[in-house]
């Protein structure tokens, strides 16, 4: 019997409990297997679209990846998908990373999420200045906090008490082999076609710390295909802000891959 994580945050008409709501618009199918996926973006999501595309039979190849983007909720699971369901999973990810991940995409990429950002923070900041440190610091601020998707803390999206599988974003390759052997479900690696990640620029040092590098000075780093190692964009006090500001989301993580694959342990 599969319990709901937020199915009683309010005893109002399931439609107005926001917590449920918002886990459930995050959970999509894989029909073939009868299987269920929470999505958490940051977390391989457009690896994990890209792939639930292709094995739902929407997309035949990669040529079509743009599809996913206009397609979020197209496998939205319904309330009887999500109580039969065979098998369910999720990936979650080393919250100092996916934070970092976070900003180096959004902010320092210049997307709308770093104009809105602006708006957000009461024109505190040009967005372009925005430094590290200071979007940690926003952080602590939960009305801040659950402003945005991509570092809303990974709990919320968690629509079920417990799943069959937690795999873990650091460990891509043994998640792969899992669902393939499990629902014969195949990963595509999306990141050559996305272009989203940091994997592939080249390490280099500033000498500026890292965290106080404003989201300019990165960009014209990464317009060199140059970066900072990630590790030094932390200092002790902003890993304390992290842990912080992320508690339920490092002891989700914890609970189920130990210390070793977090970046700080």
């Known amino acids: ?5 937020y199915s009683t945050a309010s005893y109002n008409n399931l439609k107005h409990n926001p917590q449920y709501q918002f886990s459930a618009s995050h959970a999509l199918c894989i029909y073939k297997s009868n299987s ?5 973006p940051k977390n391989a999501c457009s690896t994990m679209r890209l792939s639930l595309a292709m094995a739902n039979g929407f997309i035949k190849d990669t040529a079509d990846i743009n599809w996913i983007h206009q397609n979020n909720d197209a496998f939205r699971a319904s309330l009887d998908k999500l109580v039969t369901a065979d098998y369910t999973f999720v990936i979650l990810r080393c919250p100092y990373s996916r934070l ?3 900003y180096l995409d959004k902010i320092v990429g210049m997307t709308m999420v ?3 950002l602006n708006t957000i923070t009461n024109r505190k900041v040009d967005p372009q200045q925005v430094t590290f440190r200071f979007f940690v610091k926003q952080m602590l601020k939960p009305q801040f906090k659950n402003t945005n998707n991509h570092w809303k803390p990974q709990t919320s999206f968690l629509v079920y008490d417990k799943y069959d599988d937690y795999f873990s974003f650091e460990d891509i390759s043994g998640m792969s082999a899992s669902l393939k052997e499990q629902i014969n479900f195949t990963i595509v690696d999306a990141r050559p076609l996305t272009k989203h990640g940091s994997y592939e620029l080249n390490e280099t040092i500033t000498k500026k710390k890292s965290w106080q590098l404003t989201a300019l ?3 014209n780093l990464r317009q060199k295909g140059q970066r900072p190692p990630l ?3 932390y200092n002790e006090e902003l890993i304390q802000d ?6 339920q989301d490092l002891e989700l993580y914890i609970e189920h891959f130990g210390k070793n694959n977090l970046m700080f342990s």
Request: proline fraction near 0%.
């Open 242 to 247: 992290v842990s912080k500001a992320y508690r």
């Open 231 to 233: 590790s030094s964009f």
């Open 1 to 5: 019997m599969r319990t709901f994580k």
């Open 114 to 116: 770093a104009w809105n």
């Open 217 to 219: 000075e990165l960009l």
């Open 36 to 40: 269920i996926y929470s999505f958490i």
């Open 100 to 102: 970092l991940s976070a």
